[in-house]
C-alpha cells in the first residue's frame, strides 16, 4: 500500500514497524460519530468502532455536524484566520465563555485570562514561563525590598543610633561568611554572599509519578515516563516528583528544599537579621485524573494537601485538564469534582471540537503577568478559525444546561457498570476498572505466569495491553490503545455519543480477549 509505505519512509520509520507488528497499520480514511472507516486489502470498506477518540480530542465525535456547520460558515464568510498583532474579537470572545464557566464550575472568586497556544504541550509550556516569570518578578521585588533596609540600616548607623549585637550570627548559616561581626560592611557581605547562593538555586517544580504533561522541551521534564524523559534531562528544569496521593511526600519536600534569604531590621535599637522565604516553587502541576499514567484519580484528600502545599508556598497551582477537561468527567473541570482549585488551568484537546488545534492557559487574573502578553506569542496562535470552532463546541456543552455534561456521565456510568460485570465474572483476567465519566481505564493482570511462552513474553516486553489492542482491530473491529505509561490497561475514550449497542460490542469482544487470556488460547489471539 504506497500511502503506508510513504509514511514508513518519510515520516515515522519506526513506528511505522511498530505498528505493523502489533496489527494497527492502518490508514483509516474517513471519520463520522464514533466510526471510522479504512479499505482492507480487498478494497472493501471496513468500518471501526473508536474508544480511543482521538486521545481525548473527539468528545463529541468525529466530524460532529454542528461544529462542521460552524467550520462551514466561517470558510464562507471568508473569516480572517491570520490577523495577528490585532484585537482578536473571537479570541476574546472565547477566552470570556471559557472564564465564565471555569468561574462556575471551579467555584474561583476571581476570573481568568487566557494565553492562547496550539497544542496540548504548548499550553503547558506557556504555564511554564508564566509561572516562571510570577515567581521571578516575586524575587525582584523582595531584593529591592532587602536593598533599601540595608540603605535604612547602614543610615541609622552612621547616625550612631543602632549597633549590631556580638551573637548576630549565631544561629544563621551566615557564619561561615563572617570574620568581624562589628563590622557592618562584613555584615553585608555575609548577608549578601549568603543570599546570592541562595538565589541561584534553580526553580523547582512539583509533579506527580506518572504524570503526563507533554513532551516538549521543558513540558517533557514533567512527564513522569523515563522513556520520554531521559534523552533530554540536561534541558532542563528542576523536578520534584510526588506518588499520587501521597501527601506526607509533601511535607518532605517542604522540609528538605527549606531555603532562606536574610534581610536585614532594627529591633529595640539593635541591627537584627530577619530570615524572609525564598519563592522557590515556580509550579506544581497536577492532572485530576492522570490518562497516560494509566487512569488515576486524585484523592480530595490529597486535593486538599495540594492545595495547602501550594498556598504555604505560594506556588501556582497548574490543574492540566487538557484530557480530563470539556465535560469529559461529567463536569467541565474534573478537578472540581474532588473539590481542587487551580491557579491556572490547561486545556485542548476537545475544546478544538476534533476539527481545531488549539489549546488555553487560563491563569487567575490576580496572578496574571500584564507583561506575559508581551514576550510569549506564536503565530498561529488565537487564529480565529480555531477559536470560531471552540466557541462551537462550547455552545454544544452548554446547551440545555449542560445536558451533555449528564450526558457524559451518564454514558459513562454506563460503560463502566457493563465493564465492573465482566470483571467479576473474569477476575483472574481484569484487575480493575478505573476512572470517571468517558475517561475509563481497564488493567489486565500481568501474564508473568501463564504457560504459554507468548503470553508470558508479554508481560516482560510490557506488550499486552498492545497485543490486545492488535487483536480488538483486526479481529473485533474495536480501536482501543493502552495508556502510555502502564501497558496492561487499556483506556477508553469513546465520544458522548456511545449508545448501548456499542458497549454491548465492546463488552463482547472484552469478553472474548478474557476467554482467550483465560484459556492460554493464544492462536486466537493472533490476528490473521
Ligand atoms: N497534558 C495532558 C494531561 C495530556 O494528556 C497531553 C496529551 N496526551 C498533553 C498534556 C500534551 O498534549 P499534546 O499532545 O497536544 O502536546
Known sequence: NPMTERYERYVKPQMAKVLRA????????????????????????????????????????????????????????????????????????LAEALSRIVVRDSGSDVDFVTTFANTGAEAIEAAIKHAELERVLKLDRLLDAITLNIERVREAIRRGEVEIPHDLYEATDMREWVFDVRSFDDLIVALINHNSRELARRPIFVALEKSFHGKLASSVQLTWNKNFRRAFQFLGLKTRF??????????????????????????????????????????????????????????????????????????????????????????????????????????????????????????????????????????????????????????????????????????????????????????????????????????????????????????????LGYFLSGYLLRSEGIRVAPTGSAPNVLRLEPSLHIDDADIARLVAALERVCRILQAEDTLHLVFP
Open 22 to 93: 502489533i496489527g494497527l497499520d492502518i490508514n483509516y480514511q474517513r471519520a463520522v460519530g464514533n466510526h471510522l472507516y479504512y479499505c482492507d486489502e480487498h478494497g472493501q470498506e471496513r468500518e471501526v468502532l473508536d474508544f480511543l477518540g482521538g486521545y481525548g480530542a473527539v468528545l463529541l465525535g468525529h466530524n460532529p455536524p454542528q461544529i462542521l456547520d460552524a467550520a462551514r460558515a466561517m470558510l464562507d464568510a471568508q473569516v480572517p484566520v491570520h490577523a495577528q498583532f490585532s484585537l482578536r474579537g473571537r479570541s476574546g470572545e
Open 242 to 463: 510526588v506518588a499520587m496521593n501521597d501527601a506526607d511526600a509533601l511535607d518532605r519536600i517542604t522540609s528538605e528544599e527549606e531555603s532562606e534569604l536574610f534581610d536585614l531590621d532594627i529591633v529595640d535599637g539593635q541591627v537584627a537579621l530577619v530570615r524572609r522565604t525564598l519563592p522557590q516553587y515556580a509550579a506544581f502541576l497536577i492532572e485530576p485524573i492522570q490518562g497516560e499514567g494509566g487512569i488515576h484519580e486524585v484523592s480530595p484528600e490529597f486535593a486538599r494537601a495540594v492545595r495547602r502545599f501550594c498556598n504555604l508556598h505560594d506556588c501556582p497551582l497548574v490543574i492540566d485538564e487538557i484530557q480530563s477537561g470539556m465535560g469529559r468527567s461529567g463536569r467541565f473541570l474534573a478537578s472540581a469534582q474532588v473539590g481542587l482549585r487551580g491557579d491556572y488551568y490547561t486545556l485542548s484537546k476537545a475544546l478544538g471540537g476534533g476539527i481545531a488545534k488549539l489549546s488555553a492557559l487560563l491563569v487567575r487574573s490576580d496572578r496574571y503577568q500584564k507583561d506575559f502578553g508581551l514576550i510569549h506569542s506564536s503565530t498561529f496562535a488565537e487564529d480565529d478559525f480555531s477559536a470560531g470552532v471552540a466557541l462551537a463546541v462550547l455552545d454544544a456543552l452548554e446547551a440545555n444546561d449542560g445536558a451533555l455534561y449528564q450526558q457524559a456521565e451518564a454514558r459513562g456510568d454506563a460503560l463502566r457498570q457493563a465493564l465492573e460485570v465482566l470483571r467479576a465474572r473474569f477476575p483472574d483476567v481484569i484487575r480493575e476498572v478505573r476512572g470517571r465519566g468517558l475517561f475509563l481505564g481497564v488493567e489486565f493482570h500481568p501474564r508473568d505466569n501463564a504457560s504459554s511462552q507468548i503470553l508470558r513474553t508479554t508481560a516482560y516486553a510490557e506488550s
